[in-house]
């Protein structure tokens, strides 16, 4: 989990170093972290694909997934909570004291949906 944004970005570093040219059905490369163990890969061509993905680290091209079209947009889309398990650490990203401390999701709030979480310390 959390690879994806930085698999897209070397993807994309790759693409650029080896010139759209040798690759030019593949017109955008996006990973989101709401979609855990998917890199996006716009293109027409899997070939282009598998070799995109050749050398790169934890990103398997053969393992390619055809995405059709009229459900594309769906992929775009922000699911609309994330709700992290108990058990897990979270970043806290909300401005404040603690903004950017990790945080161990210990129980739910029965009254709201917020996680009642323990911090980690240095």
């Known amino acids: 989990k959390g690879y994806e944004e930085t698999a897209a970005v070397i993807l994309t570093q790759k693409l650029l170093k080896a010139g759209t040219s040798r690759m030019p059905s ?15 890969v716009e293109s027409t ?8 993905c050749q050398d790169v680290r934890d990103v398997y091209g053969h393992q390619i ?5 009229d459900s594309a947009a ?8 994330f709700v992290p398990e108990i058990g897990t650490f979270v970043c806290l990203n909300a ?4 903004c ?3 945080a161990y999701v210990v129980a ?3 009254r709201t949906p917020m996680p009642l979480m323990t ?3 240095a």
């Open 100 to 102: 950017g401390n990790l």
């Open 108 to 110: 739910y709030n029965d």
């Open 45 to 52: 061509n899997h070939l282009d694909v598998n070799l995109l």
């Open 95 to 98: 401005p404040s004291l603690y």
């Open 26 to 40: 593949i017109k955008s490369i996006f990973g989101r972290v709401s979609c855990p163990g998917w890199v996006f």
């Open 119 to 121: 911090m980690h310390t």
């Open 65 to 69: 997934f055809p995405v059709p079209s």
């Open 74 to 81: 769906d992929y775009l889309r922000e699911p609309p909570l």
